[in-house]
């Protein structure tokens, strides 16, 4: 089945600065990427998401990146705020999604 | 308009008890998902329903069961509750699979003696 790796698992920046969090798939076969934002007690919710057909996507602050051939992703966040502090999640789909482990941002004001 | 609601939020067990956790969706989606999110190992599927009256295994099925009887509502069961099984778990809903958003309940917290 699909296994997927994240990195890194905690990852502490100053407001203001960029932050960015990879992850690596398994399964060549897998056609869709998401990212989801847990803030602590609360549930996830999916902030960006990218399918195999596109190599870039951006929100706002946020973008997410996806090599196919090298078979990894990565969300990059941009002028960092203490409210982007949270558990963030990448997944990996064929049929079922796969998470990875997840990352720890602390943003410092 | 709830969206997705889990029942209870808080459950204290002592190791052989049984208990089953309800999942209830307003949003009419097909596809239902059990969660059991660990420290530091994401999220991982224990059982999952694409449609009413279907269930399939995830990827930490043992020591579980499910049942779909009715599209709004998806049960999750423990039979007999191990420590092992002292997790926060979460159901999903997606309106159809592999690519659609997953819509997630508040969670609930099993505690296992």
């Known amino acids: 089945g699909e296994n997927v790796e994240q990195h890194p698992s905690t990852l502490s920046v100053q407001e203001g600065d960029s932050a960015v969090i990879k992850c690596t798939y398994s399964?060549?076969?897998?056609?869709?990427f998401p990212w989801y934002k847990q803030e602590l007690g609360k549930r996830p919710q999916l902030i960006i998401d990218i399918r195999s057909n596109v190599g870039e996507k951006k929100d706002q602050r946020i973008a997410v990146t996806l090599n196919k051939t090298a078979k990894h992703f990565s969300l990059h966040i941009t002028e960092t705020q203490p409210e982007d502090s949270a558990v963030y999640f990448c997944a990996a789909s064929t049929a079922q999604l796969t998470f990875g482990q997840g990352t720890i941002l602390t943003v410092h004001p | 308009n709830a969206g997705v609601t889990q029942t209870p939020k808080f459950r204290v067990l002592k190791t052989g008890q049984s208990m089953t956790l309800l999942c209830a969706q307003d949003m009419n989606h097909e596809y239902m998902y059990w969660y059991r999110q660990d420290p530091g190992m994401g999220l991982r599927l224990i059982h999952y329903s694409v449609g009413e009256g279907t269930t399939a295994k995830g990827e930490v099925p043992d020591g579980y069961n499910v049942s779909r009887l009715k599209k709004q509502n998806f049960l999750l069961g423990l039979e007999s509750a191990a420590p092992s099984q002292t997790s926060v778990y979460f159901c999903a809903t997606q309106l159809l699979g592999n690519t659609g958003e997953l819509f997630f309940g508040e969670g609930s917290r099993l505690t296992v003696l």
């Open positions: 399964d060549s076969a897998s056609n869709y």
